[in-house]
């Protein structure tokens, strides 16, 4: 209202102005154009037209404008900004003698006045007011009377969310006795406003020498306000005193200013508002809501050092019924400007030039404050804030079985603070105190902290803090000093049982809070892991950027997750050494290097945390020797019957980061796995995880592939594929530690394997595995033992036994293994010796690994005793069981003992093979050729 009244005045002002210069100019139509041009310069170039200019040339002097009309910017919503039907007014010539206007009456027919406001804060009215003049310059007009019919004024603002329309009037309650009356009507932020406004005669409220008595009643929502008193020199407001009383029910909302409202509860609030000049102070305050009772007062005036006095004692408060705690976790963004990416020290120099703008007196005391499920007691606060020093006299705070204590002065008149603290803390639950914000499973801390600070230095003495966290099994003991040579801690803890020993220097307590690096030199020691740094740390409490050389060994990185929360992996004893650079939320460990074990590793990794988690990796071992990768101590699985574990591969992991890995490792020793070498890249890329190329060296070959696991849907899915390429059994056997099998077995081996599988773990994977192996081998040999006792060749056995002869040549060998759906069918399998041909088939049900294959061999050349029948292989993977009384074999022992009954010597017949066995099977030419056709070799 203020402000759109002084709009009002300054354009009427430039209007009379000019009128009165005009009124003595001959009545003509150049006359009227000429007033319309002065008026459009006065006003910022708006339009400005005048319908008709008429003069009583009468005592007094009066003018009359019709049609008047002034021009809103080309943006604004509506044409004009000012419309009157007529602009009357009465001058007194005789009072121009005197420097006066003159001004006997002023009066308004049908003024509409529209104002508004655009959501980047640019108004119509801006170009017109001086926002610098002063608040208190006289009003240039002093009419002796003032009539408003059916006035009315518009506001919008769309940076407010208002639209607000008033009626404004003056009428006449007896002769000579004009009131102002304004009724408003609108909505701000979807909240329905009415005012009403009643003031004394018009021409007193443009005056500064006489109060001017007014009453306003105005209700936003359910919220009503009430003043009943006087103002001077309106519009400006200069001077303020009456009784203000706000009433709500419950519960109410006020209006947000990018700030979410809080809310307002059943109250009824009363004060003496007083205002002179730049002071505005509330006197007497009483408010009352709920069982709540607070008093005292509020000062604060505006200067060029503002000073703020608050006095404020009460039973309790419940900030709950304010909304107080909704507004707090709201994550809308701040009415103030938020340099969130400023630096704690920053933010602390930031908040101490504020301090030193203003001046504080602040006496609070409180019975019980309630926010969330939290209760506080006994709270105290006698602080001063004055010639740039903070005082405070006394802090405190209960809280069930805690409470904490604080006094001290602050010298804020130094770039740097100066003075001393002095805090004590008894058991205070930070989690109870602090569960409304969401940190519920904090712990308690107890001790005390003394600080002296100085210009240039700072010290820390009878420092000890304790924090006891039981919902994360972690318990912290330090003590801190601080002398000229820098800061000291030293302290013990406990996490989840596993201790930690911290001994840590830095450089003087001040520079804690300057943006320069700050010195840290220490070690961390759990049992028999220990941890050096050496280095700098930007801002140590927020860690916005670290420089550090590190280096860590111990016996098991395994274990340390208890302490650290994190899955490192079990391993031999290790060393590990880098520099580790921490900036614009990018992690990087450069110039690794680790051993364990017989294996190394060096390389570089980066890790950003800036949006999704991306990790850059680009490592290399010399050697790896896979025996180094389960530490010794580490316990078998117990489930050791199961060869594919039903324990969660944890993929869910891979599903919120990226990451791009290079690693190689130039010699690889594998105890019973065939592996040489290996080099891959691994890509993942929004839940995709794909690996190629993958190599693989193998006994002075390779196998070649590619891995993509989809951890998108809910059942990751993946695939495989394999090519094995001139792959030598006897050294990868050897490498392998399986020397007497490289022995007995030798040969060149090719395959490929191609698989599609989904699941979370191998078990899953495996149970719903689809996809098919091939193997060919040429060349080698066999246990020729191993080959005869498969055909129950008893004769040969024996006389391979007795002559030592063990191996046997092997011309071929061929398997295919086709799997649907978890079940692998041995689809072929042919391996041709010099004096057999084997032959096979069944199937492996992978989801419950059980086995039901039959291999049957055929003999090639004569030979007694030989039962020739299938071996069956049953149970599981993990304990395969022989059978080989089969049907075939069984029919065959009865014809013997019937033969026997008829002639004893036809009982050895059964038992004789023909030496048919070359034409069984599908031939080592045919098998061999088909698999290097399928390959495209």
């Known amino acids: 209202m203020a402000k759109a009244a002084k709009i009002t005045v300054a354009v009427l002002a430039a209007m009379l102005l000019l009128l009165a210069g005009a009124a003595m100019i001959i009545q003509t139509q150049w006359a009227q154009q000429q007033l319309e041009a002065q008026l459009s310069q006065r006003l910022g170039d708006r339009a400005v037209d005048i319908g008709r200019l008429d003069v009583d040339w009468a005592w007094p002097l009066g003018i009359r404008l019709s049609d008047v009309k002034v ?29 006066s206007l003159g001004l006997q009456l002023l009066g308004l027919e049908q003024p509409r006045v529209n104002l508004s406001r655009r959501a980047d804060g640019r108004s119509n009215w801006a170009a017109l007011i001086d926002e610098d003049s002063p608040d208190d310059s006289a009003s240039p007009l002093q009419p002796e009377r003032i009539r408003i019919s059916d006035g009315q004024l518009t506001y919008r603002d769309a940076a407010l969310d208002a639209d607000i329309t008033f009626d404004i009037a003056t009428t006449e309650e007896a002769p000579g006795q004009r009131r102002l009356s304004v009724d408003g009507r609108g909505s701000v932020q979807g909240k329905p406003l009415r005012l009403s406004l009643i003031g004394d005669r018009p ?15 105005a209700r936003l929502g359910e919220i009503r306000a009430r003043f009943d008193g006087e103002t001077q020199a309106l519009p400006q407001l200069d001077a303020l005193l009456g009784e203000l009383k706000l009433t709500a029910p419950e519960t109410a909302e006020l209006i947000s200013f990018r700030q979410p409202a809080i809310d307002i509860p059943a109250l009824n609030f009363s004060a003496q508002l007083e205002r002179e000049g730049p002071r505005w102070a509330l006197q007497d305050m009483d408010l009352q809501t709920g069982k709540s009772q607070l008093n005292g007062s509020l000062v604060f005036e505006h200067s060029a050092t503002p000073a703020l006095t608050v006095k404020l004692n009460g039973n309790q408060l419940d900030l709950n019924r304010w909304g107080v705690m909704r507004w707090l976790q709201t994550d809308e963004p701040s009415a103030v400007a938020d340099d969130s990416q400023a630096s704690l020290p920053r933010r602390i120099r930031q908040m101490l030039e504020l301090l030193r703008e203003y001046h504080a007196d602040v006496d609070l005391t409180l019975d019980r404050l309630f926010y969330g499920d939290v209760t506080l007691n006994d709270i105290v606060l006698d602080a001063r804030l004055a010639e740039q020093q903070l005082t405070i006299e006394r802090l405190q705070v209960a ?23 002095d805090v004590t803390v008894d058991q205070l639950d930070l989690g109870q105190a ?24 700072a010290r820390l003495s009878d420092t000890q803090l304790r924090y006891d966290a039981p919902a994360q099994d972690l318990w912290v003991e330090f003590a801190a000093e601080a002398t000229d040579s820098g800061l000291h801690i030293q302290g013990d803890a406990e996490r989840n049982g596993v201790p930690l020993h911290v001994e840590l220097s830095g450089g003087p307590l001040l520079a804690l809070f300057d943006d320069q690096p700050f010195p840290v030199d220490g070690t961390l020691t759990s049992r028999e892991s220990r941890l050096q740094v050496e280095g700098y740390v930007t801002d140590l409490f927020e860690l916005h950027a670290a420089d550090v050389q590190l280096s860590i060994r111990g016996p098991n990185p395994a274990r340390l997750n208890p302490l650290l929360g994190l899955d490192l992996p079990s391993l031999a004893p290790y060393q590990l050494s880098g520099r580790l650079r921490w900036e614009n939320q990018q992690l990087r460990l450069q110039d690794i290097r680790a051993r364990w074990g017989e294996s190394d590793l060096s390389g570089d990794v980066r890790l950003s945390l800036s949006g999704r988690t991306m990790l850059w990796a680009n490592l290399y071992s010399n050697t790896l020797n896979t025996k180094d990768l389960k530490a010794p101590d580490t316990p078998t699985d117990p489930a050791g019957d199961q060869l594919f574990s039903d324990e969660p591969l944890g993929l869910d992991a891979l599903r919120n980061r990226d990451a791009i890995i290079r690693y190689e490792a130039q010699r690889v020793t594998a105890k019973d796995i065939p592996l040489n070498a290996v080099d891959f890249k691994a890509e993942l890329d929004n839940g995709v995880l794909q690996v190629e190329p993958l190599q693989l060296a193998i006994g002075g070959g390779q196998a070649n592939g590619r891995l993509r696991v989809d951890v998108r849907p809910p059942q990751p899915t993946g695939s495989l594929q394999l090519a094995l390429e001139r792959i030598d059994l006897s050294p990868v056997l050897r490498e392998a530690d399986l020397s007497q099998v490289a022995q007995d077995s030798a040969g060149t081996i090719g395959g490929q394997l191609d698989i599609r599988f989904d ?21 080698g040999k066999l246990d020729m033992l191993a080959v005869e006792l498969l055909g129950l060749d008893a004769g040969e056995a024996a006389v391979a036994a007795l002559s030592y002869s063990e191996q046997v040549e092997m011309n071929c060998a061929y398997l295919r293994f086709a799997s649907e759906q978890g079940t692998a069918k041995l689809e072929q399998l042919f391996i041709s010796t010099v004096d057999s041909n084997v032959t096979g088939g069944g199937t492996i049900n992978l989801a419950t690994e059980q086995l039901d294959l039959a291999v049957e061999a055929h003999a090639k050349d004569f030979s007694l005793l030989s039962g020739n029948s299938p071996v069956q292989l049953k149970g599981t993977l993990t304990d395969p069981q022989v059978e080989v009384v089969t049907n075939e074999l069984i029919a065959r022992a009865v014809a013997s003992v019937v033969g026997a009954l008829v002639a004893p010597p036809l009982a050895i017949l059964p038992w004789v093979e023909a030496g048919l066995g070359e034409g069984a099977g599908v031939g080592c030419r045919k098998v061999l050729n088909e698999f290097k056709r399928d390959r495209g070799n």
């Open 759 to 779: 699941g979370q773990s191998f078990g899953e994977m495996a149970a719903e595995l689809n996809g098919q192996l091939e193997l060919a081998m040429s060349g």
């Open 434 to 457: 602090l569960a409304p914000l969401g940190y519920e499973t904090l712990g308690t801390l107890d001790g005390e902290l003394h600080a002296r600070l100085e210009e240039h230095e």
């Open 71 to 99: 021009a809103n910017p080309e943006w604004a919503e509506t044409p004009y900004m000012l419309e009157l039907d007529a602009l009357q007014v009465r001058l007194d010539p005789r009072a121009w003698l005197t420097g």
């Open 399 to 421: 809280q069930a079985d805690g409470a904490i204590q604080a006094s001290g002065t602050l010298d804020l008149r130094q770039a740097s603070l100066g003075g001393n603290l």
């Open 203 to 217: 021409a007193t409220a443009l005056s500064s020498e006489s109060p001017y008595a007014v009453k306003l009643d």
